[in-house]
């Protein structure tokens, strides 16, 4: 988000003499902190020490006190909250344990990240702030990965109703995934366990899917992501989990708000729009139906890389570089807030929840800018589950 020249920084390597290359840790940049290193090769000889930071960024006690308890396992079900001394800022818990991890037979073809969990080319190949412009035939690789996400979304988004767990939602992605040849982008990328992302009511994004079960009332959120031919395609919206969810007007308004936001910015997307002007767009709509807008996370570039330049923030008066030029693929994705646009990280490192426990919901779509406008490569079909509800009578 800032524009200081990287050369100007020093390695973060431990005593490593070197500058700093345009080379950052990818966990970092997502958590809105700005860790440079000199080379891959330095990158991964800290690794170890480095992504101790990332823990304690999210809680500066935690290297301290490390939690020691577990809640005790549920007798029945054998369940269970990894952090159950956590200040959880709202009623949702994590439901443990994971479902082993999922596997994808070696004949998808998959991300650098997919063994080891660094998505090595992300920070190898492009400058921070150099934006790719596709040619015609690579192109045609992101309308084809966009059209296969949004197939997969829209598979998991009519399988979201209450009684349902957010693995069951996991498994059906990622089922989905490889039965169109595709990898699921989130698994393993920066260690994420899951192949997408679910978020329920105060969770921001990155909700990883667990046991607990959708209730009637819920808002989700589902985050989809396919690797295919050599292109990611990325996409989310929430959903209303059941018929208490469109009749709670809270609910009904962040939703529909989220929904708006995206929108709206979506109309200004055309040659020469500044990447700082999205913001603006969103967060005038957002404030008009007194919802306020998440800073932390931001829209970004997608093509052969999950997350590149440009970075979209979605809040007014941003000072993000760049403009829109035809060939270009980025992401909008608002997350609106019924309360604070302040965030807090679980302790399992992904989670983002709201620090009062209000609700929030996001929409996302892939974008390619074309010579006079905007194409949405992740549009809707006719067909699609979810779309637009009026409020409820009160
Ligand atoms: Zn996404
Ligand atoms: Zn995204």
Same mark, same amino acid.
């Given at each position: 988000?800032?524009?200081?020249?990287?050369?100007?920084?020093?390695?973060?390597?431990?005593?490593?003499?070197?500058?700093?290359?345009?080379?950052?840790?990818?966990?970092?940049?997502?958590?809105?902190?700005?860790?440079?290193?000199? =080379?891959?090769?330095?990158?991964?000889? $800290?690794?170890?020490?480095?992504?101790?930071?990332?823990?304690?960024?999210?809680?500066?006690?935690?290297?301290?006190?490390?939690?020691?308890? &577990?809640?005790?396992?549920?007798?029945?079900? @054998?369940?269970?909250?990894?952090?159950?001394?956590?200040?959880?800022?709202? =009623?949702?818990?994590?439901?443990?344990?994971?479902?082993?991890?999922?596997?994808?037979?070696?004949?998808?073809?998959?991300?650098?990240?997919?063994?080891?969990?660094?998505?090595?080319?992300?920070?190898?190949?492009?400058?921070?702030?150099? &934006?790719?412009?596709?040619?015609?035939?690579? &192109?045609?690789?992101?309308?084809?990965?966009?059209?296969?996400?949004?197939?997969?979304?829209?598979?998991?988004?009519?399988?979201?109703?209450?009684?349902?767990?957010?693995?069951?939602?996991?498994?059906?992605?990622?089922?989905?995934?490889?039965?169109?040849?595709?990898?699921? =982008?989130?698994?393993?990328?920066?260690?994420?366990?899951?192949?997408?992302?679910?978020?329920? $009511? /105060?969770? &921001?994004?990155?909700?990883?899917?667990?046991?607990?079960?959708?209730?009637? *009332?819920?808002?989700? $959120?589902?985050?989809?992501?396919?690797?295919? *031919?050599?292109?990611?395609?990325?996409?989310?919206?929430?959903?209303?989990?059941?018929?208490?969810?469109?009749?709670?007007?809270? =609910?009904?308004?962040?939703?529909?708000?989220?929904?708006? #936001?995206?929108? /709206?910015?979506?109309?200004?997307?055309?040659? *020469?729009?500044?990447?700082? /002007?999205?913001? $603006?767009?969103? /967060?005038?709509?957002?404030? @008009?139906?007194?919802?306020?807008?998440?800073?932390?996370?931001? @829209?970004?570039?997608?093509?052969?890389?999950?997350? #590149?330049?440009?970075?979209?923030?979605?809040?007014?008066?941003?000072?993000?570089?760049?403009?829109?030029?035809? @060939?270009? #693929?980025?992401?909008?994705?608002?997350?609106?807030?019924?309360?604070?646009?302040?965030?807090?990280?679980?302790?399992?490192?992904?989670?983002?929840?709201?620090?009062?426990?209000?609700?929030?919901?996001?929409?996302?779509?892939?974008?390619?800018?074309?010579?006079?406008?905007?194409?949405?490569?992740?549009?809707?079909?006719?067909?699609?589950?979810?779309?637009?509800?009026?409020?409820?009578?009160?």
């Amino acid at each position: 988000m800032t524009a200081e020249t990287p050369a100007a920084r020093k390695c973060m390597g431990k005593d490593c003499p070197n500058d700093a290359s345009s080379l950052q840790c990818p966990t970092c940049q997502k958590i809105g902190k700005e860790s440079y290193f000199c =080379s891959q090769d330095c990158f991964k000889r $800290n690794w170890s020490e480095h992504k101790a930071m990332h823990k304690s960024q999210s809680n500066p006690l935690r290297n301290v006190f490390p939690p020691k308890v &577990i809640s005790k396992p549920d007798p029945a079900t @054998g369940h269970f909250n990894p952090f159950p001394t956590f200040p959880y800022t709202g =009623s949702l818990r994590p439901v443990y344990p994971l479902s082993p991890r999922r596997s994808v037979p070696a004949t998808i073809k998959h991300p650098d990240y997919a063994k080891d969990g660094i998505p090595h080319s992300e920070q190898v190949f492009v400058g921070r702030n150099k &934006i790719t412009i596709l040619d015609a035939k690579q &192109i045609e690789g992101m309308r084809k990965v966009c059209r296969l996400a949004r197939e997969v979304l829209d598979i998991a988004a009519r399988e979201a109703k209450p009684g349902v767990t957010t693995d069951y939602i996991d498994e059906i992605v990622h089922k989905a995934c490889l039965e169109r040849n595709a990898y699921p =982008s989130p698994l393993n990328y920066c260690h994420f366990p899951k192949s997408v992302c679910t978020s329920p $009511n /105060e969770v &921001i994004c990155h909700g990883i899917p667990d046991q607990r079960v959708l209730k009637d *009332g819920d808002i989700l $959120n589902i985050d989809v992501t396919l690797y295919h *031919g050599g292109f990611h395609g990325d996409l989310n919206e929430t959903y209303y989990i059941g018929d208490k969810a469109l009749a709670d007007p809270d =609910s009904v308004r962040v939703v529909e708000t989220a929904r708006e #936001c995206l929108d /709206e910015a979506i109309k200004i997307v055309k040659p *020469g729009t500044l990447f700082r /002007e999205y913001g $603006n767009v969103i /967060e005038k709509h957002a404030k @008009g139906k007194n919802c306020s807008v998440i800073k932390t996370y931001c @829209g970004h570039g997608i093509n052969q890389l999950f997350h #590149c330049a440009p970075n979209v923030p979605h809040y007014a008066k941003n000072k993000a570089v760049g403009a829109a030029k035809p @060939g270009m #693929c980025f992401t909008i994705e608002p997350m609106i807030s019924l309360g604070t646009h302040r965030d807090k990280t679980w302790p399992d490192d992904w989670t983002s929840v709201t620090t009062d426990g209000s609700r929030t919901a996001q929409f996302e779509h892939t974008l390619l800018v074309t010579e006079d406008g905007v194409e949405i490569l992740t549009a809707r079909l006719p067909d699609s589950p979810g779309g637009p509800v009026p409020m409820p009578s009160t």
